[in-house]
């Protein structure tokens, strides 16, 4: 059996590992919480709650946070909607063309976002679409979809044919049966997929900074790189704004890790 | 630990359509109305814009006036200039710090570590994960405070006597990429060492004593049970941080701008500087593609590596 | 029915219908060029208050003390004036706009007064696109013909097509007049028992002075690239002459980047970091945060521009002084500069009359007054200023700049890729990354491809 000595050397390394993982995070925190230096040499203990509010003030995050938050909202529901019932179609349909659609749609999970916002800016911009909300959500919609398809699929796939046949001879049509049935069977499965869909949402940096150019349609994570840029004097400001863009997907992240963690072990490529 | 569930059809994983081996399903014709949504959204918003990539990147063009047909002329400033070159070079170099070294890290300590059931893993788990989430520019603020001349990992260094290893790490010609990617093996080491535990753990113990009776060594049941045992989340890991290197932007943008000199350009920050800086969209959108065929040819050798063996 | 009859056609009209629709060429379709047309003279509304209600959306870079003190103030003046007319603030550092302003105004609700860097990385592109609105209408009808001298004008001027740079229509004003000199600790230099060095030989005895002494000579930061413009530019401003560095920067043709003088100016750069007078590690310091350190006492001198002086006249009071470049080899203390970023309106503005009010309410008298209170150098008439301290120093060398015709253009201006190609081979030179030589022929090489020469 396994020693003493071993398994104490295994929490040790796992203890180290867990520790560089949380030094950025908490070097952030701590900085945030502290004064400025090139303000005052005070003491970087006394904590400073304040630099949060002033943070929010200056860096204008009350409306990149909106920004994000809309769109957000925008691709998961969009995305959710039609990746249950295209993965409905291709986990319990049979029809002509449905294999090599459903992989045409898969290699969408592996086309970097490079490949696409440089001639989708343009082409946008041609119909006068740039800088407005759908610029910025319908690519992304268009990504998460990709995954959530194969998700989707995969769920229904593995869902019990005998609970789809026991609705169908209750009279459920196929509409019925994956709103009624299927889908409240599957609400782990659509919860993994509504969490991932979010994260990469929030997160997004490129498609955001190509489509949108004004201001109210800045996201999050934008109006921190920017906000780095013009804050020139000390570091806590910066590092308070940062912790308040991060918050909201760490906060969803510490409730439903395993959904996170499920979703990346499973779903893999994005 | 959770045993990973499902792990038969993970996307990285994902075969060749080698018959029906599920249930073949009802035929329906009212499948294309319920595929519709979808189709259409990847249509527009996937294939038609890499279509219209692959087109533009024949062209050169400022992105205002008119452009004028070119040829391959774009793929062979790709090939020879040396700044975009040396993109592609950079992004290899990544995947060293951001694929390689966590999965090896990763493999070698999951290995380890299996041999002992651990409890409270959950909270391990949890906290080794979290780099995955936070968005990567605040991971590049956090990563920038760390690497200033006067920031935490020189006082380290200082502190311990190697005063001569302090340096100002975003700015020095040797260590900027290195510095940059090890932000990268931050964020995918817990990712690996997730991955593999959740894998090894289905590993039953049987084959290891059995192994042992037949006088095996660490070295040998490692390589003759872990190693092929895991062989899906190996394919798994490197996908993900395999891509994830290739597709680095926010950290670059935030962290060095590419800099000192060009040391730290990486393709998609080419794409983005000459399409929208540099008013050369048609090199733009030829280092996009040549982008998006290494993913693909990384992601498919990947997978067939993964699934060779495990049938 | 069957949808289709076989699985290659299917993919055969996929794709066919996908080029068809791909069928046009990149730009054949864009802009649809609905850009209003310049107005007369005659038809420019310049009483702002009959506009009506509108939101102008102004892009500054006005992000440092000074200057944002400044024009929070003019914009607060402004709506004060004209009720009818709410100004919608975007503010950047320098490098964030260079990054987005180009999306921004190809796009149709572009912003509608803009900060566009007049050189032709910039407003020379953006010019050749027809991005930007020509202002000689609003320029007769306001009086800014008058209000601004031919040298401030031509440095914002561009022929129509944008090939031609310092003539033609004008594209853009500045607020304030712009030099990247020398700062110095007057403490440091004090106890050095210097005086602030007039030549060359001068600054180098002062470097290594400062160095025995253990001071950091020159405090520097590199690691946003641009800085090493005015570096660069500060040290060839001792070793070549005004002419030569006019047509390489302007993009003229006429003279050579590997001109002995050059090869001795990025020679004499190289020993500098040889020697060690640069602060340790300047390619990985932050711009902002050099000039903090400076501030507080790490480094005898430090090259920056007029753009600090608010900054580090409150962190330094009067322990800071400034002066033109040491005088080289011209014997002239030839200094970079011109004009601060100046403002244009974009050709997709839907309220040009209102932009051109705005920038004229920002660049008149009271303006001028306005920018120089918040501790800046005004672009005109900064005779008329009472200033002391540091910024009376600063207008000291503006004025003998401007009397002695001292000013010579930075470094980028001269094409329209030569920013990237100049910021990272600075970075090379003084990284000890590339040779003077090679430093040079990179710089030679675009500048003869652009100008022909």
Not at chain 1, 117 to 142: E, H, K, S, W
Not at chain 2, 108 to 133: C, D, E, H, I, Y
Not at chain 2, 162 to 189: E, F, H, K, M, N
Not at chain 3, 269 to 280: E, L, R
Request: charged fraction near 15%; proline fraction near 5%.
């Amino acid at each position: 059996m396994i020693s003493r000595g071993e398994r104490i050397a295994n929490y040790a390394v796992l203890a180290l590992f867990a520790a560089i993982a949380l030094f950025p995070v908490l070097l952030i925190l701590q900085t945030a919480l502290s004064n400025d230096a090139i303000v005052s040499d005070g003491p970087a203990s006394s904590f400073n709650f304040q630099n949060f509010a002033d943070a929010w003030d200056q860096g204008h995050f009350a409306s990149y946070m909106r920004t994000s938050v809309v769109v957000a909202i925008l691709v998961v529901g969009l995305s959710t909607v039609i990746s249950v019932l295209a993965g409905y179609a291709f986990g319990t349909m049979s029809f002509r063309g449905s294999e090599v659609i459903f992989y045409l749609i898969l290699l969408g999970i592996m086309v970097p976002a490079e490949a696409l916002v440089v001639a989708l800016y343009f082409d946008l911009r041609a119909l006068g679409l740039t800088n407005t909300l759908v610029a910025i959500v319908m690519p992304q919609v268009a990504q998460s979809t990709a995954f959530g398809t194969f998700w989707m699929r995969a769920y229904f796939r593995t869902s019990s044919r005998e609970v789809v046949e026991a609705a169908h001879i209750d009279g459920a049509g196929h509409w019925r049966t994956l709103w009624q049935v299927l889908v409240p069977m599957g609400r782990p499965a659509v919860t993994t997929m509504v969490v991932l869909v979010f994260m990469w949402t929030w997160n997004e940096f490129l498609i955001p900074l190509i489509m949108a150019t004004s201001e109210n349609l800045r996201t999050a994570p934008l109006g921190l790189a920017f906000f780095q840029g013009q804050y020139t004097s000390g570091t806590a400001l910066l590092a308070a704004g940062a912790t308040l863009v991060a918050l909201p997907v760490v906060v969803v992240y510490l409730f439903l890790q395993r959904h996170f963690i499920r979703g990346m072990v499973e779903g893999a490529v994005k | 630990m959770t045993p990973v569930q499902q792990m038969a059809t993970p996307a990285a994983t994902v075969r060749t359509p080698s018959g029906r081996r599920g249930r073949p399903g009802e035929p329906r014709r009212v499948a294309y109305l319920y595929i519709l949504p979808a189709v259409a959204v990847f249509g527009l918003f996937i294939l038609y814009p890499l279509i219209r990539t692959a087109q533009f990147s024949l062209y050169e063009w400022d992105g205002l006036g008119a452009s004028s047909w070119v040829g391959l002329a774009n793929y062979q400033a790709v090939f020879s200039e040396p700044q975009l070159r040396g993109a592609f070079v950079h992004a290899l170099v990544l995947i060293v710090f951001y694929a390689v070294v966590p999965v090896t890290l990763g493999l070698l300590l999951a290995a380890t570590m299996s041999r002992a059931l651990l409890r409270g893993l959950g909270f391990f788990r949890v906290v080794l994960f979290l780099p995955q989430v936070i968005p990567m520019v605040v991971v590049a603020i956090a990563w920038r405070q760390i690497y200033e001349p006067e920031g935490p990992l020189n006082d380290l260094l200082r502190f311990v006597g190697l005063d001569s290893l302090a340096r100002p790490w975003l700015g020095d010609y040797a260590w900027a990429l290195p510095s940059v990617g090890i932000v990268g093996t931050w964020v995918g080491t817990g990712l690996c060492l997730v991955l593999f535990l959740a894998g090894m753990a289905r590993i039953p113990r049987e084959l290891y004593e059995a192994a042992r009776l037949d006088g095996a060594g660490p070295l040998r049941e490692f390589v003759a049970i872990t190693l092929p045992s895991v062989r899906g989340e190996l394919a798994v890991a490197l996908t993900l941080t395999v891509i994830a290197a290739l597709k680095t932007f926010d950290l670059v943008y935030v962290m060095t701008s590419g800099g000192p000199g060009t040391e730290t350009t990486v393709p998609s920050y080419q794409v983005y500087n000459n399409a929208f800086l540099l008013g050369r969209v048609g090199t733009a959108t030829a280092l996009a593609i040549v982008l998006t065929a290494v993913v693909f040819v990384v992601t498919v050798v990947i997978n067939r590596i993964g699934e060779r063996g495990q049938r | 029915m069957r949808l289709f009859t076989r699985t290659s056609t299917r993919w055969g009209a996929a794709v066919a219908a996908a080029l068809l629709i791909a069928a046009c060429a990149p730009g054949d379709d864009g802009g649809d060029d609905d850009a209003t047309e310049a107005p007369a003279a005659g038809d420019v509304q310049t009483d702002a208050s009959q506009l009506g209600d509108i939101t102008l959306t102004v892009w500054d870079q006005e992000v440092r003390e000074g200057q944002t003190e400044q024009i929070e103030a003019l914009n607060a003046a402004f709506e004060e004036a004209y009720p009818n007319i709410t100004i919608e603030r975007v503010s950047r550092s320098t490098d964030d706009l260079r990054t987005t302003l180009r999306l921004a105004l190809s796009g149709e609700d572009a912003p509608d007064v803009v900060q566009a860097n007049n050189g032709r990385p910039e407003m020379g592109q953006y010019v050749a696109s027809g991005l930007l609105t020509p202002l000689d209408p609003y320029a007769e009808a306001y009086g800014w013909f008058d209000r601004f001298p031919e040298s401030v004008r031509a440095l914002a001027s561009y022929s129509d097509d944008g090939a031609t740079y310092g003539e033609g229509e004008l594209y853009g004003l500045p607020q304030m007049g712009e030099i990247v000199g020398l700062y110095y600790n007057k403490t440091k230099l004090d106890a050095l028992g210097l005086e602030p060095p007039a030549t060359t030989e001068d600054f180098e005895a002062a470097l290594t002075a400062a160095q025995a002494a253990g001071e950091i000579p020159i405090q520097f930061g590199n690691s946003e690239p641009w800085a090493g413009i005015h570096e660069f530019g500060f040290v060839q401003n001792q070793f070549s002459d005004a002419e030569t560095i006019r047509n390489l920067g302007f993009g003229r043709p006429g003279s050579s980047w590997t001109s002995e003088d050059n090869l001795a100016a990025a020679e004499a750069t190289v020993s500098w970091v040889d020697s060690g007078y640069f602060v340790d590690g300047f390619n990985g310091i932050t711009y902002d945060s050099a000039w903090q350190s400076f501030s507080q006492g790490n480094g005898v001198f430090f090259v920056g521009g007029t753009w600090l002086i608010a900054d580090l006249a409150s962190a330094m009071g009067e322990e800071v002084g400034f002066v033109l470049p040491p005088a080289g080899a011209s014997g002239q203390n030839l200094v970079t500069g011109g004009i601060s970023i100046p403002w244009a309106i974009p050709a997709n503005s839907d309220a040009q009359d209102a932009a051109a009010a705005y920038i004229d309410f920002i660049t008149n008298s009271d303006a001028m007054t306005a920018v120089t209170e918040a501790g800046n150098v005004p672009v005109i008439e900064a005779d008329q200023q009472t200033t002391e301290g540091l910024q009376a120093e600063v207008f000291a060398a503006w004025a003998q700049a401007g009397s002695e015709d001292l000013i010579v253009p930075y470094l980028d201006y001269a094409t329209e890729t030569f920013y990237d190609t100049i910021t990272a081979a600075v970075q090379n030179l003084m990284g000890a990354e590339a040779t003077p030589q090679q430093f040079l022929d990179t710089l030679e090489a675009e500048y003869t491809a652009a100008t022909g020469s």
